[in-house]
Each structure stands twice: as structure tokens, then as C-alpha cells.
């Protein structure tokens, strides 16, 4: 029989709006403008690690269609085109990513800060995860540690100049992994970050790991301090990230060798061939404004605040258990 009750119970609905509210209050109180932008795109995103769903229209039979893995390139368009503080709160889509920790379809809080530079916007991330988790005054300050620290201090190692294979001894990597990864220096990394660092974070309160190698930047810009890293960061509880901001690169040019290079690298490892979002680099041509973003999934926050380990108590519904 096909189970049709949700998967949770009203107290978690009652604790989710609540979280909710408390984050538009934030935002309020700062001046960020509540923004809605559209799911459906004609472009789907380039980073080889998330995968979009696919869409099939009547409107338009033989295009494909894209529903978004998260508002940025919309929300850039508007920053672009003269809006102030902006952020949105809506339901994006990733396909592949399901467990007691993920959904295909989940909750986002993302915004945007103009002028904001790396320290400004990781404190603006600290208070807003503060209110939504009703933190009380005084309680654990995060720990900040840079990327290269944390990797010295939780595993042993240099990750800028460690090798290939000292990084895949300290990840007791057996054949199948080693030839899986094979010299893929930032899967190795990312490997350990998940494993090995995040796993020995502290529990009773945030950290945060800054200063991502450039090789990861994604859309952030490279740190005028230090071309070698990027002004990205992450802000994890115990082993689970919970945002991940950017001082926002704007340079199109540079933006448009980065998707050319992911979608390199999708074609290299065999996944669909998407298609560039013109909309978004003729954006940043006219030009993005100096700003930094970031990104919170609101249902990795509940499960924080309500203390459960499973998406399925957070959600009113978990994919695909009517058919259970």
C-alpha cells in the first residue's frame, strides 16, 4: 500500500516556519529586499559536480528545459541590472542527491550583499545562521580557520603542496579509489575535507574554513591578498556544511573560461553536455557590482535546530515514499 501521510509530524512544520520567519526578520532588519526568481531555465549550470533536472514542455517540445540548482545567475542578473540587497528563500533542484541528509528537491536561502568583502560577509553568514537558530547572547564563537590550517591541523598535511599520493595514503584509498580519482588533486581534496577535516570539527559550535584553493573557487574571485586561493567559504556544524559564500567574481571574461573549463571536465567524464547561460555573462559584461553571496540549505538548519540527523523529520513529504 502506497504510505500518503507526511513524513513528518505539525511540530516540525510549526518549527520550519518558524525558521523561516526569523530569517526574513534578519534580512528585514538589514535592509535586503526579498527577491523571486524563476525555476525553470534554458541553461543548466556547469559545475560538474551537481546535476540539473531535466524538463520536457509542450511550449516547446524540442528544447530541453532545466529546473535551477539555486537562484545565483537570476539573482546576479538583478544585481546587475541596479537592485540593492537582495535574497530569496525557494525550492531548487538537484538530481541524484537523495538520503537521510538530501533531497532532489530541497529549500534554499541565498543572498546577496554589495560591497561586502570576505570577513563582512562571513560575519553577516554567522548573524543570520545566529537568528535563525535562536543562538543565545554569548553563546561559542566560531572558529575561522583558513583552508591550508585546517588541512595541517586535522590531517597532517599541506594541501597545496602535498602529493597525489601522500593525499590518497591519508584517505586509505584503496585501488578502485586511487584509480577512480586518479590525479584529480581537488577530488582528493574534497575527498579528505569531507572525511578526514570536517569529521573532526567541533560539535558545539560553527566553523568556518576560508580561503578555498583557486582551483576551487567556482564564482568567486581570486584573493587579492594571495592569488593562490579564492574568497570562498564554508561554514560547517560538526562535519555537516551548512552555507557556502563567495565574494562574487565579476569579471565575465574570467567567468566564461571557468564554464568553458567545467564543461570540459563534464565531457571528459562523460555527463550531459549543458548548455552556457548567455544570459548571465551578458550580465556580467554590463557589469556585476562588487558583492558576495551565500548560499544556506534551510533544511541542513532545521535539522540543527529540531536535533535530528534525518531530512525525512524535516520535510513534509520525502521523495518517492508514496511508493514505498
Given at each position: 500500500?502506497?504510505?500518503?501521510?507526511?513524513?513528518?509530524?505539525?511540530?516540525?512544520?510549526?518549527?520550519?516556519?518558524?525558521?523561516?520567519?526569523?530569517?526574513?526578520d534578519?534580512?528585514?532588519?538589514?535592509?535586503?529586499?526579498?527577491?523571486?526568481?524563476?525555476?525553470?531555465?534554458?541553461?543548466?549550470?556547469?559545475?560538474?559536480?551537481?546535476?540539473?533536472?531535466?524538463?520536457?514542455?509542450?511550449?516547446?517540445?524540442?528544447?530541453?528545459?532545466?529546473?535551477?540548482?539555486?537562484?545565483?545567475?537570476?539573482?546576479?542578473?538583478?544585481?546587475?541590472?541596479?537592485?540593492?540587497?537582495i535574497?530569496?528563500i525557494?525550492?531548487?533542484?538537484?538530481?541524484g542527491?537523495?538520503?537521510?541528509?538530501?533531497?532532489?528537491?530541497?529549500?534554499?536561502?541565498?543572498?546577496?550583499?554589495?560591497?561586502?568583502?570576505?570577513?563582512?560577509?562571513?560575519?553577516?553568514?554567522?548573524?543570520?545562521?545566529?537568528?535563525?537558530?535562536?543562538?543565545?547572547e554569548?553563546?561559542?564563537?566560531?572558529?575561522?580557520?583558513?583552508?591550508?590550517?585546517?588541512?595541517?591541523?586535522?590531517?597532517?598535511?599541506?594541501?597545496?603542496?602535498?602529493?597525489?599520493?601522500?593525499?590518497?595514503?591519508?584517505?586509505?584509498a584503496?585501488?578502485?579509489?586511487r584509480?577512480?580519482?586518479?590525479?584529480?588533486?581537488d577530488?582528493?581534496?574534497?575527498?579528505?575535507?569531507?572525511?578526514?577535516?570536517?569529521a573532526q570539527?567541533a560539535?558545539?559550535?560553527?566553523?568556518?574554513v576560508?580561503?578555498?584553493?583557486?582551483?576551487?573557487?567556482?564564482?568567486?574571485?581570486?584573493?587579492?591578498?594571495?592569488?593562490?586561493?579564492?574568497?570562498?567559504?564554508?561554514v560547517?556544524?560538526?562535519?555537516?556544511?551548512?552555507?557556502?559564500?563567495?565574494?562574487?567574481?565579476?569579471?565575465?571574461?574570467?567567468?566564461?573560461?571557468?564554464?568553458?573549463?567545467?564543461?570540459?571536465?563534464?565531457?571528459?567524464?562523460?555527463?550531459?553536455?549543458?548548455?552556457?547561460?548567455?544570459?548571465?555573462?551578458?550580465?556580467?559584461?554590463?557589469?556585476?557590482?562588487?558583492?558576495?553571496?551565500?548560499?544556506?540549505?534551510?533544511?541542513r538548519?532545521?535539522?540543527l535546530?529540531?536535533?535530528?540527523?534525518?531530512?525525512?523529520?524535516?520535510?513534509?513529504?520525502?521523495?518517492?515514499?508514496e511508493?514505498?
Amino acid at each position: 500500500m502506497s504510505r500518503w501521510r507526511a513524513s513528518s509530524p505539525v511540530s516540525a512544520a510549526i518549527s520550519r516556519a518558524a525558521l523561516k520567519q526569523r530569517a526574513r526578520d534578519y534580512f528585514a532588519a538589514a535592509g535586503v529586499l526579498e527577491v523571486d526568481t524563476p525555476a525553470l531555465s534554458v541553461a543548466a549550470g556547469s559545475d560538474p559536480n551537481i546535476e540539473s533536472l531535466v524538463v520536457r514542455a509542450e511550449l516547446s517540445p524540442n528544447r530541453r528545459l532545466f529546473l535551477h540548482t539555486s537562484p545565483e545567475f537570476c539573482m546576479k542578473r538583478l544585481l546587475a541590472d541596479g537592485y540593492p540587497d537582495i535574497y530569496s528563500i525557494c525550492r531548487v533542484f538537484r538530481d541524484g542527491e537523495a538520503g537521510h541528509r538530501h533531497q532532489p528537491e530541497f529549500t534554499m536561502i541565498e543572498w546577496y550583499r554589495r560591497g561586502f568583502g570576505m570577513q563582512a560577509i562571513i560575519d553577516d553568514t554567522l548573524a543570520l545562521l545566529a537568528a535563525a537558530l535562536q543562538q543565545p547572547e554569548g553563546s561559542r564563537p566560531a572558529d575561522q580557520l583558513e583552508y591550508a590550517q585546517a588541512f595541517r591541523q586535522y590531517a597532517d598535511l599541506d594541501p597545496e603542496h602535498a602529493s597525489i599520493d601522500e593525499l590518497a595514503t591519508r584517505a586509505a584509498a584503496d585501488t578502485d579509489l586511487r584509480q577512480t580519482l586518479g590525479g584529480d588533486r581537488d577530488a582528493w581534496l574534497d575527498l579528505l575535507l569531507a572525511t578526514v577535516v570536517a569529521a573532526q570539527f567541533a560539535t558545539d559550535r560553527l566553523t568556518v574554513v576560508r580561503h578555498y584553493p583557486a582551483s576551487q573557487a567556482a564564482l568567486a574571485r581570486r584573493c587579492p591578498a594571495n592569488e593562490r586561493v579564492a574568497d570562498r567559504f564554508e561554514v560547517f556544524m560538526g562535519e555537516v556544511e551548512l552555507a557556502n559564500g563567495y565574494v562574487e567574481l565579476t569579471d565575465a571574461a574570467e567567468q566564461a573560461r571557468r564554464i568553458d573549463d567545467e564543461l570540459q571536465k563534464r565531457a571528459k567524464a562523460g555527463k550531459r553536455a549543458n548548455s552556457v547561460d548567455n544570459a548571465f555573462l551578458a550580465a556580467l559584461r554590463e557589469g556585476l557590482p562588487e558583492c558576495a553571496g551565500v548560499a544556506v540549505g534551510l533544511e541542513r538548519l532545521q535539522m540543527l535546530r529540531d536535533n535530528t540527523d534525518n531530512i525525512g523529520d524535516v520535510v513534509t513529504f520525502v521523495f518517492g515514499q508514496e511508493n514505498d
